[in-house]
């Protein structure tokens, strides 16, 4: 066979057509969302004053095993998709293994990262519903961007509350949202009534996550036509990003490869989730042998060192409640953490998976993550996102014991992003300013000490 190359692209026509859900190929289903009000499994009735119906729907079915892609979702999919295939033949080198190491790489798009697979979606079937708002949180920045960027398409207004520091850190994040005409406010706000008692009690806080979510919310419930859109964690992400993991496999198959190992970094689980599906599909249903690998931070250790229990996905405790591999909806990874996936939770889907054995995890802290990412700049020449350089950490790991074995696997990893406004953390870490936290057990053990109590 010819040689591989360096970047592979699937042809329109080879794009999938539909989604898969993962869900309904699993032997055992994730437990059920809870009403946090009432304790009792969510009916999908009761989440559409949060979401609109067709992605409630979603939520819920576990049968379905296809989901076709909308005619308008695969037209502004064509914009930016496929994305590209890549067979890193410079690392392979630099590494001097004989592994062959291939990365799927979702930055091509200005949002810069693979949550524009499913702000899409979210938009669109907003759209389709009649809705006539959207409104979501955002910390660092890049769901709103992808949210940004969805809703200026589909043409419905956006209003995104953006943690205050990082609305001051971060002002060219911000200018991108303007630039798709998204109303971005500082959170806390005087906005919402939430927003007004917060900043009463403490006028000079820089917000949290939490209390943007709850201004979101807030503005959803109190606005007539508006929904709240989220952009990691639920059933329904995952399977939008299941693009990943289709266009990934097809590349492959195409050109005559299959993973002995697929490696992904872990925020909430979105584009793990959506990368293996259809690998961990193969594992479940035929019996193939590929593992996954999960790659978090040292100090946000959710897989690692977390508890399997119901807890909130928001620190807000507004949503419904999922059981999920968690270090508590109270815990806050530590204030010099700046390589993100700094999620307490995770998804549902992988948590069964992880708990089920299916799939493995491992954590490494931030320098040893940098310390990857720049390698892999110099060879490989993409300015990757510090989310993704766990999984560029995670790939060179299994690349180097395969230098030891003599083992000729190849590994397939998710390049979930570019880092070009992660800038200060790259700059910490050039400078020297970078340091590991890893939280005590003590810790931990006091935010699990505040996991809801539930017994079903
Ligand atoms: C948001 C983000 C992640 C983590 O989110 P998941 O839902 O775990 O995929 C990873 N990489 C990039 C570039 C991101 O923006």
Redesign the pocket.
């Known amino acids: 066979m010819a040689k591989i190359p360096y970047r592979f692209y699937l042809s329109e026509d080879q794009m999938p057509k539909q989604w898969y859900n993962l869900r309904a190929d699993m032997k055992e289903q994730p437990d059920p969302l809870l009403n946090p009000g009432t304790l009792k499994p969510i009916k999908e009735e009761e989440l559409y004053p949060i979401f609109c119906k067709e992605l409630a729907h979603q939520e819920m079915d576990c049968k379905t095993r296809y989901f076709d892609i909308p005619e308008e979702i695969q037209e502004m999919y064509k914009i930016y998709r496929p994305s590209p295939l890549i067979r890193a033949y410079n690392l392979e080198k630099e590494l001097g293994t004989p592994a062959k190491i291939y990365y799927k790489f979702?930055?091509n798009n200005t949002s810069?990262?693979?949550?524009l697979n499913s702000a899409i979606a979210q938009a669109y079937y907003a759209k389709k519903q009649g809705l006539t708002s959207l409104t979501t949180e955002t910390g660092?920045g890049?769901?709103g961007t992808a949210l940004s960027e969805a809703c200026a398409y589909f043409n419905i207004p956006l209003t995104v509350y953006m943690v205050k520091c990082s609305f001051e850190q971060k002002p060219y994040r911000k200018a991108v949202m303007q630039t798709f005409d998204a109303d971005v406010i500082p959170s806390p706000s005087d906005t919402t009534e939430v927003g007004r008692k917060i900043l009463a009690e403490n006028p000079g806080t820089t917000g949290s996550l939490g209390c943007a979510i709850s201004e979101a919310v807030e503005k959803a419930t109190t606005t007539e036509g508006c929904r709240y859109v989220l952009?990691?964690?639920l059933n329904q992400?995952l399977l939008h990003?299941s693009i990943i993991g289709l266009e990934a496999k097809k590349a492959m198959e195409i050109l005559g490869e299959y993973p002995d190992v697929v490696v992904?970094?872990?925020?909430?689980?979105?584009?793990?989730?959506?990368l293996i599906a259809p690998f961990m599909r193969d594992k479940i249903v035929d019996g193939n042998k590929v593992r996954i690998v999960a790659v978090e931070p040292a100090s946000c250790p959710s897989f690692t060192r977390g508890k399997y229990a119901y807890d909130f996905c928001d620190t807000g405790k507004v949503t419904p409640m999922a059981k999920m591999y968690t270090l508590g909806s109270s815990f806050i990874p530590s204030a010099n953490h700046a390589g993100?996936?700094r999620?307490h939770g995770m998804?549902p889907i992988l948590s069964k998976l992880y708990h089920d054995g299916l799939m493995e995890a491992v954590s490494y802290e931030q320098t040893k993550v940098f310390e990857a990412a720049k390698l892999f700049a110099r060879v490989e020449t993409i300015l990757p996102?510090p989310?993704?350089s766990h999984a560029i950490k995670g790939a060179i790991d299994e690349a180097l014991k395969c230098k030891k074995t003599g083992e000729e696997k190849t590994i397939l990893f998710g390049l979930?992003?570019?880092g070009y406004f992660d800038m200060s953390a790259y700059s910490a870490f050039h400078e020297g300013r970078m340091n590991d936290y890893i939280p005590t057990d003590e810790e931990l053990q006091a935010s699990f000490d505040k996991l809801p109590k539930v017994e079903l």
Do not use: M
């Open positions: 979702e930055g810069g990262s693979h949550k660092a890049q769901w952009g990691s964690v992400v990003q992904g970094c872990a925020g909430g689980g979105s584009n793990l989730g959506g993100g996936l999620y998804s996102a989310e993704s979930t992003g570019t």
